[in-house]
């Protein structure tokens, strides 16, 4: 956990995940669940971004630390000193930063288990596979279930452990997504995440809207090669003069691979057919979240 200091207000309190040995890479799923996330408008996903953060100031943040110098001693440090770091804000749906500390009175942020037969996912089940809001319904919990089944499904994310939920808020907080993008998907494990999504009924209509707008070229700017803010280098014409620079586009920044932006885009498509064919059925109300 770290304080993230700001132009303005009170510093944002954010999770650093940190580059180790074993792990160089390990920022590149989560990092991607959390731009298809934004992409399509969901409030579920805390927002990330890599950034190269200088190794004097993660050991100044480790200092006194349970465990510090060992994990220290498991970063991988870049030639400029720097490690790489998957910082993690906060949801759009949380009353509170990610992480923050909670006042006396707040009610507590819960580790849920997301598998099937846990009460709580059998309940947003439930809700979820009415038409009609029921009369114990918090809506905004139903929207964030099927956000949640929506990006797992795209994302091949199949083995979601767990999920927080944040009770003041009535908000679903997916904060762990290192699964996902795997490189191969099973595909009974796929079709169970669909037949979740087939159960339900309603669909937020924001996210309609985003999976409608998130063609390939629209997926390939956030998710393919060039789509991390990272230094440039200077390319030569060929008359010989320096031209504009130019973005690194190797393979080592890749998020996904092309082979994952075309499965995702067959399941957004899948995903669009099952929504038309819940509003052929029941009108708007499909779109009823």
């Given at each position: 956990?770290?304080?993230?200091?700001?132009?303005?207000?009170?510093?944002?309190?954010?999770t650093?995940?940190?580059?180790?040995?074993?792990?160089?890479?390990?920022?590149?799923?989560?990092?991607?669940?959390?731009?298809?996330?934004?992409?399509?408008?969901?409030?579920?996903?805390?927002?990330?971004?890599?950034?190269?953060?200088?190794?004097?100031?993660?050991?100044?943040?480790?200092?006194?630390?349970?465990?510090?110098?060992?994990?220290?001693?498991?970063?991988?440090?870049?030639?400029?000193?720097?490690?790489?770091?998957?910082?993690?804000?906060?949801?759009?749906?949380?009353?509170?930063?990610?992480?923050?500390?909670?006042?006396?009175?707040?009610?507590?942020?819960?580790?849920i288990?997301?598998?099937?037969?846990?009460?709580?996912?059998?309940?947003?089940?439930?809700?979820?596979?009415?038409?009609?809001?029921?009369?114990?319904?918090?809506?905004?919990?139903?929207?964030d279930?099927?956000?949640?089944?929506?990006?797992?499904?795209?994302?091949?994310?199949?083995?979601?452990?767990d999920?927080?939920?944040?009770?003041?808020?009535?908000?679903?907080?997916l904060?762990?997504?290192?699964?996902?993008?795997?490189?191969?998907?099973?595909?009974?494990?796929?079709?169970?995440?669909?037949?979740?999504?087939?159960?339900?009924?309603?669909?937020?209509?924001?996210?309609?809207?985003?999976?409608?707008?998130?063609?390939?070229?629209?997926?390939?700017?956030?998710l393919?090669?060039?789509?991390?803010?990272?230094?440039?280098?200077?390319?030569?014409?060929?008359?010989?003069?320096?031209?504009?620079?130019?973005?690194?586009?190797?393979?080592?920044?890749?998020?996904?691979s092309?082979?994952?932006?075309?499965?995702?885009?067959?399941?957004?498509?899948?995903?669009?057919?099952?929504?038309?064919?819940?509003?052929?059925?029941?009108?708007?109300?499909?779109?009823?979240?």
């Open positions: 956990m770290a304080q993230l200091a700001r132009g303005h207000g009170e510093p944002a309190t954010v650093l995940w940190l580059s180790r040995r074993g792990q160089t890479h390990a920022w590149r799923r989560p990092l991607a669940f959390a731009r298809l996330a934004s992409a399509l408008g969901a409030r579920t996903v805390p927002s990330a971004v890599l950034r190269r953060i200088p190794v004097g100031d993660v050991a100044r943040l480790l200092e006194g630390q349970p465990g510090g110098p060992e994990l220290l001693r498991e970063l991988v440090v870049m030639n400029d000193g720097s490690v790489d770091a998957l910082v993690q804000g906060q949801a759009l749906g949380t009353s509170r930063p990610l992480g923050a500390p909670r006042p006396p009175s707040a009610s507590c942020t819960r580790r288990r997301a598998v099937d037969g846990a009460a709580e996912m059998e309940q947003w089940s439930r809700w979820a596979a009415s038409l009609t809001p029921l009369a114990e319904e918090r809506t905004q919990l139903v929207r279930y099927v956000e949640m089944l929506v990006l797992d499904y795209l994302s091949g994310h199949i083995r979601r452990p999920l927080l939920l944040d009770v003041d808020g009535d908000a679903l907080i904060d762990d997504n290192a699964d996902a993008f795997p490189a191969l998907v099973p595909v009974h494990a796929l079709d169970l995440l669909l037949r979740r999504l087939a159960a339900v009924e309603r669909f937020p209509r924001t996210l309609h809207a985003g999976l409608l707008q998130l063609g390939r070229a629209q997926m390939a700017a956030h393919a090669p060039g789509s991390i803010a990272l230094p440039t280098r200077e390319v030569t014409s060929r008359g010989g003069a320096p031209s504009a620079p130019a973005p690194l586009t190797g393979f080592d920044q890749w998020l996904v092309p082979r994952t932006l075309i499965d995702l885009d067959e399941r957004r498509l899948a995903l669009l057919s099952l929504i038309e064919a819940k509003r052929v059925r029941h009108g708007e109300a499909a779109l009823g979240l």
